[in-house]
């Protein structure tokens, strides 16, 4: 009996996505990320303060290549009034909340596996990682993904001149990831967190 309860649950775990509930793009595939000593799991709320630099990614699905990745960092859950008037709300990227947008915290390339699963790279990313600071104390999802990066992959022009590159820009608001999606298709893997400024 407990050996098929424990079964069931493996079976369930492994077919929960692993993506916020009603974002895009999507995946039941587990990203691992480690903060410190914070091993990241769905939904777990972690203070703004233990963020602060950027975590170790690792691979949990053990299907992975000998290629290239590309890991995203993003926020569900920014005020579309931080950006923009309520006439202009239709135009947004739609966060996880009515009158929510998304905001791009990093985008490295270029990253491979070592011999410990662990991603790595040693090339500038093209928006390099922001610790996340909510500003308000509304609970704010951060989410993981990790995308191929195919050998022929050429970043958006804008991109590849460095729109995203300054952290304070406001490029990196509303964020449309359907570009990366068209070009290197479902996220490999994902995983996410909840933060505020408590």
């Not at 691979?59 to 579309?80: K, Q």
């Not at 893997?189 to 505020?196: G, K, L, P, R, V």
Request: proline share 7%; charged share 15%.
């Amino acid at each position: 009996m407990l050996k098929s309860i424990i079964s069931l649950s493996l079976l369930c775990a492994s077919t929960l996505a692993q993506t916020p509930v009603h974002s895009w793009p999507t995946t039941h595939k587990h990203l691992g990320v480690i903060y410190e000593d914070i091993n990241v799991t769905l939904n777990l709320w972690i203070n703004s303060k233990d963020v602060s630099s950027q975590p170790i990614v690792y691979d949990t699905t053990h299907d992975s290549h000998h290629g290239h990745y590309m890991i995203f960092l993003i926020d569900w859950m920014i005020p579309a009034s931080d950006m923009s008037t309520p006439d202009q709300y239709d135009t947004l990227v739609p966060g996880l909340a009515v009158n929510t947008t998304n905001r791009l915290h990093w985008w490295g390339g270029n990253f491979t596996l070592n011999g410990r699963g662990v991603f790595v790279n040693e090339s500038d990313a093209v928006s390099p990682y922001t610790a996340p600071r909510p500003r308000d104390s509304t609970n704010h999802t951060y989410a993981f993904y990790l995308f191929d990066q195919p050998e022929h992959y050429k970043l958006p022009v804008k991109a590849a001149d460095g729109l995203y590159y300054d952290q304070i820009t406001d490029a990196r608001f509303n964020f449309s990831m359907v570009p990366i999606v068209q070009a290197v298709g479902k996220p490999l893997a994902a995983t996410y967190f909840i933060s505020n400024n408590a």
